[in-house]
């Protein structure tokens, strides 16, 4: 079974250069591996060696599973059928590339599956060579374990032990995010196709916990203080951005020091201030307790620049989740049909 999806990997490495050819390579392997170490979930369960902790996970997963695809009445298929016992705590490492005067992730491309702002590598010594590589190149670099991810049905994904270190309510958010990339992925549009996993992710875990009542209405107010404040730091990297083009530093030194500048009389106190008078508390008031660099800031908007205008779309759809995401599908179509040269984020929120 394993051989047959060989060809998919080796017929792109012809157009790519020798390190992209590598990374394929390595990339093939770590995710043949991954999925040949795949046990059928009714034997783990069934493995007294295993434990309960465990066990208990993958039924929960399962749970999910069965309720995301009910819930948008689709075949859910053998995805997570099976689980990969990984021998590392993360399953990959996350490097983001930006440029020294702008906070922009710089893509990386590969024939057939197009641009993405970020590699992931199985093995965490490739990625630390990698981003060592990219900062010797005068660019900035920001690297992150990885618990999970989506290979968007190129693949039958399979529960992953670094999946157990969530939280009930984390695991469900975590396991719609990644199905939802199943359903609804944007090629050439990382950034959206992530928010919009996000934001569904979201939703769907308060409805399958059914949060109503006085704890809905808590959970609705620290949801509007933390929307704030993401848009607060969306705010502030599209300043540092502006404040970049102005200076217009001469090197990485300069450019360094004109960051640090940035964050301790700016970003860092803004940031605290905000959480403080929106009753954060400060060890939720996550962008105090962050180290941040132009890649960490681009790797941020991957995940959240396109949060808030979904949510505000949504809310003036006057739709259910369910018929939001067949309004999304509808106008998806609609899009690839016309000969425009704005992205599907533009022309999704034209009007807002």
């Not at 929960?60 to 053998?78: H, L, N, R």
């Not at 409805?207 to 609705?220: L, M, P, Q, T, Y």
Request: glycine share 4%.
């Amino acid at each position: 079974m394993f051989f047959l999806k060989i060809p998919a990997i080796v017929i792109p490495l012809l157009f790519l250069s020798c390190a992209k050819i590598q990374y394929v390579y390595d990339q093939g392997l770590g995710q043949m591996s991954i999925l040949k170490k795949g046990i059928y979930n009714e034997l783990v369960l069934n493995d007294p060696k295993i434990p309960e902790k465990q066990k208990d996970k993958i039924k929960k997963i399962e749970k999910y599973k069965k309720y995301f695809f009910d819930y948008f009445q689709k075949s859910a298929g053998p995805i997570y059928s099976k689980t990969t016992f990984l021998s590392t705590k993360p399953v990959s490492h996350m490097v983001v590339v930006s440029p020294y005067n702008k906070v922009e992730a710089l893509d990386e491309c590969f024939w057939l599956v197009g641009c993405f702002p970020y590699l992931s590598f199985f093995e965490e010594k490739k990625a630390m060579e990698y981003a060592d590589t990219k900062s010797k190149e005068g660019l900035v670099v920001f690297t992150r374990p990885v618990y999970a991810y989506s290979t968007l049905n190129y693949f039958t994904d399979t529960i992953l032990s670094s999946f157990f270190y969530y939280d009930d309510e984390q695991l469900a958010e975590l396991i719609f995010h990644e199905l939802f990339h199943t359903l609804f992925f944007i090629k050439g549009d990382v950034d959206l196709s992530e928010n919009l996993a996000q934001y569904f992710g979201q939703e769907l875990q308060l409805e399958f916990f059914k949060v109503v009542g006085e704890e809905k209405k808590i959970r609705v107010k620290r949801e509007k203080a933390f929307a704030g404040l993401r848009q607060k730091i969306l705010l502030k990297i599209d300043n540092l951005n502006k404040l970049y083009e102005e200076k217009q530093p001469a090197g990485m030194m300069e450019a360094a020091v004109m960051l640090e500048s940035f964050l301790k009389d700016d970003f860092y106190p803004e940031m605290e201030n905000f959480c403080q008078k929106n009753q954060i508390d400060q060890k939720d008031c996550f962008p105090i307790r962050s180290k941040w660099n132009n890649a960490s800031f681009a790797a941020y908007m991957t995940y959240e620049k396109n949060i808030e205008q979904i949510r505000n779309l949504h809310e003036k759809t006057n739709k259910n989740l369910k018929d939001f995401f067949e309004y999304l599908v509808v106008e998806y179509e609609k899009f690839k049909k016309q000969d425009a040269k704005e992205t599907f984020a533009e022309f999704l929120f034209q009007n807002e």
